[in-house]
T-cell receptor, first 112, second 116 residues
Framework: NAGVTQTPKFRVLKTGQSMTLLCAQDMNHEYMYWYRQDPGMGLRLIHYSVGEGTTAKGEVPDGYNVSRLKKQNFLLGLESAAPSQTSVYFC???????????FGPGTRLTVL | AQKVTQAQTEISVVEKEDVTLDCVYETRDTTYYLFWYKQPPSGELVFLIRRNSFDEQNEISGRYSWNFQKSTSSFNFTITASQVVDSAVYFCALSAPSGGYQKVTFGIGTKLQVIP
């Protein structure tokens, strides 16, 4: 089992460029999440999904969009990247009802 | 609203010392879950423990122990005889119902440095 995988691991963008981060899990989990981690701010939830075809906003959703067309995949899109979106992005998945989350290895994104 | 406070942003200890990482939470729900995760320098996040609000038993796993006290809304984590490999950022998290979904809130983390 690969667990949770993220693609790519690193990316450098110029302001205004777009990109998509891919998260895949092979644990048949219903819930999936996208977080960003910034120094001194812990993990902040961007968007989440409680099942295939459903998504919802988290704490810091502005500037991001997501899609969950297949249960095992959760995509995070940046339509027009800004320097404020420079961060480390983590994807996670879990069973419902308060189970622990399993995290991917992270994607380090720099927006110049 | 739910909140997790980890007041200790950075702690340094000498190897073999005991260290306690504090976690204080706020929630109006009676059913909730608490977690601790470890993030070593390599960057991945690793699950350590999960506790539900009805189980106040303390737990010990090797050198790790957790003290859950509902009366003080705390879920503290103690490492006994710390080792250099314990150096990491530790996150406390709270999961509680919110609009048909289990909302998860993380603390900002405590960076632990164990000095050899």
């Amino acid at each position: 089992n690969a667990g949770v995988t993220q693609t790519p691991k690193f990316r450098v963008l110029k302001t205004g460029q777009s990109m998509t981060l891919l998260c895949a899990q092979d644990m048949n989990h219903e819930y999936m999440y996208w977080y960003r981690q910034d120094p001194g701010m812990g993990l902040r939830l961007i968007h989440y999904s409680v099942g295939e075809g459903t998504t919802a906003k988290g704490e810091v959703p502005d500037g991001y969009n997501v899609s969950r067309l297949k249960k095992q995949n959760f995509l995070l899109g940046l339509e027009s990247a800004a320097p404020s979106q420079t961060s480390v992005y983590f994807c996670a998945s879990s069973l419902p009802y308060g189970h622990e989350q399993f995290f991917g290895p992270g994607t380090r994104l720099t927006v110049l | 609203a739910q909140k997790v406070t980890q007041a200790q942003t950075e702690i340094s200890v000498v190897e073999k010392e005991d260290v306690t990482l504090d976690c204080v939470y706020e929630t109006r729900d009676t059913t909730y879950y608490l977690f601790w995760y470890k993030q070593p320098p390599s960057g991945e996040l690793v699950f350590l423990i999960r506790r539900n609000s009805f189980d106040e038993q303390n737990e010990i796993s090797g050198r790790y122990s957790w003290n859950f006290q509902k009366s003080t809304s705390s879920f503290n984590f103690t490492i006994t005889a710390s080792q250099v490999v314990d150096s990491a950022v530790y996150f406390c998290a709270l999961s509680a119902p919110s609009g048909g979904y289990q909302k998860v809130t993380f603390g900002i983390g405590t960076k632990l440095q164990v000095i050899p």
